[in-house]
C-alpha cells in the first residue's frame, strides 16, 4: 500500500510530468513530419523520457521506468538511424512508448498486464535490432572509478 | 563548521525531486539549503551568493549538471565547491565524462535516504568541510 506521501508525490510528479509528455509528444510529431532533418530531435525526446525514468525509479515505479528507460534508448538510435525506415520504426516505437507511459501516469493503481508486457518486448525487440542499449556502469563500478580518480585534484588545484 | 552551517544548493527541473532531496538533507541537520531548476539559474545563485556544495540533476534545459560542473571548475572562485551528481545517468561513458571534468561523488537514482546522506557527508568530510 502507498503512504499518503507517498501519494502526494505521486500526483506532484505526474502533474510536473505532463509537461515532459507534452514535449515529447510535440518532437515526436516534429520528427514525422520531416524525418531525416529532424532527427536530432530525438536527444530532445530521450532526455524526457530520462527524466521520467528517473523519477519513476525514485518514487518506485519500475514499469513506467522501464518503458521510459527503453523510450530513452530507442531515442538515442533514432537520432544515429541512417535510413527513413528506421527513423519511421524508432518513431512508431516510441508513440507506443509514450502512449503507455502516460497511461500509466495516470493509472498507477493499475497492474502490469499483458499487453505492458508485450510492449515491453517489443521495444526490447527494436532496441536489440538497433544494436542494444548503451553499456551501463554499476554504482561499485562508480565508486572504483571515484576513488582511482584523486579527489584532491578534482578541483584543478 | 558543522552541517547547519554548510550551504547547499540543489539543481534540478523535476519540483518532486527537489523536494525529496531538500527533505533528506533536512534530516541530515542541514538547514542552509536553496534550489535552481537548472545550470543556468545554478550558476547565478552560485555567483551571488557562497555555497559550499551543489548537488546536481544531469539533463536540464538550457544548462546540464554537466555543463554546470564544468563552468564551476573553470571557475577561480567557485572552483572549490563540493560538487555531487544525482541522476539516473548510467552510461559508463557519460559517468566518465562527469568524473573527469572534476565530480565529487555520484549517486545513482533510485537512491535511498541514507545512501545519499552517506555519500554526502562523505562528500564534505574528504573537502574537510565538516
Redesign the interface.
Known amino acids: 500500500m502507498m503512504s499518503r506521501d507517498h501519494d502526494i ?1 505521486l500526483q ?2 505526474i502533474g ?1 510530468l505532463s509537461g515532459f509528455a507534452q514535449t515529447a509528444e510535440d518532437t515526436l510529431k516534429k520528427i514525422e513530419s520531416d524525418m531525416m532533418s529532424n532527427k536530432s530531435e530525438f536527444s530532445v525526446f530521450s ?1 524526457r523520457m ?2 521520467i ?3 519513476a ?4 515505479l519500475p514499469k513506467i521506468a522501464e518503458i521510459a528507460g527503453l523510450g530513452e534508448e530507442i531515442a538515442i538510435k533514432g537520432s544515429a538511424a541512417e535510413k527513413n525506415s528506421q527513423v519511421r520504426k524508432c518513431v512508431g516505437s516510441l508513440w507506443d512508448a509514450l502512449t503507455t507511459v502516460k497511461y500509466l501516469l495516470m493509472n498507477p493503481e493499475v497492474e502490469t498486464n499483458e499487453e505492458q508486457d508485450i510492449l515491453v518486448n517489443r521495444l526490447q525487440a527494436t532496441l536489440k535490432a538497433f544494436g542494444g542499449a ?4 554499476s ?1 561499485d ?2 565508486e572504483k ?2 576513488c582511482s ?1 584523486n ?1 584532491g585534484e ?4 | 563548521m558543522t552541517p547547519s552551517e554548510i550551504q547547499i544548493l540543489i539543481v534540478d527541473d523535476v519540483q518532486t525531486v527537489r523536494v525529496q532531496v531538500k527533505e533528506i538533507l533536512k534530516s541530515c541537520g542541514f538547514e542552509k539549503i536553496q534550489v535552481a531548476g537548472n545550470g543556468v539559474e545554478a550558476l547565478s545563485t552560485l555567483k551571488s551568493e557562497k555555497f559550499h556544495c551543489v548537488v546536481s540533476d544531469w539533463y536540464m534545459e538550457p544548462m546540464s549538471g554537466l555543463e554546470l560542473l564544468k563552468k564551476v571548475r573553470e571557475d577561480a572562485e567557485l572552483k572549490n565547491l563540493a560538487f555531487v551528481m544525482l541522476t539516473a545517468e548510467c552510461t559508463k561513458e557519460k559517468v566518465i565524462e562527469a568524473i573527469k571534468a572534476g565530480l565529487d561523488d555520484y549517486v545513482m537514482k533510485p537512491f535511498s535516504k541514507e545512501h545519499a546522506q552517506l555519500k554526502l557527508m562523505n562528500t564534505l568530510l574528504k573537502r574537510k568541510m565538516i
Open positions: 508525490k506532484e510528479f510536473e532526455e530520462f527524466t525514468r528517473g523519477t525509479q525514485q518514487l518506485g548503451r553499456e551501463t556502469i554504482p563500478e562508480i572509478l571515484l580518480d579527489s578534482n578541483s584543478g588545484e
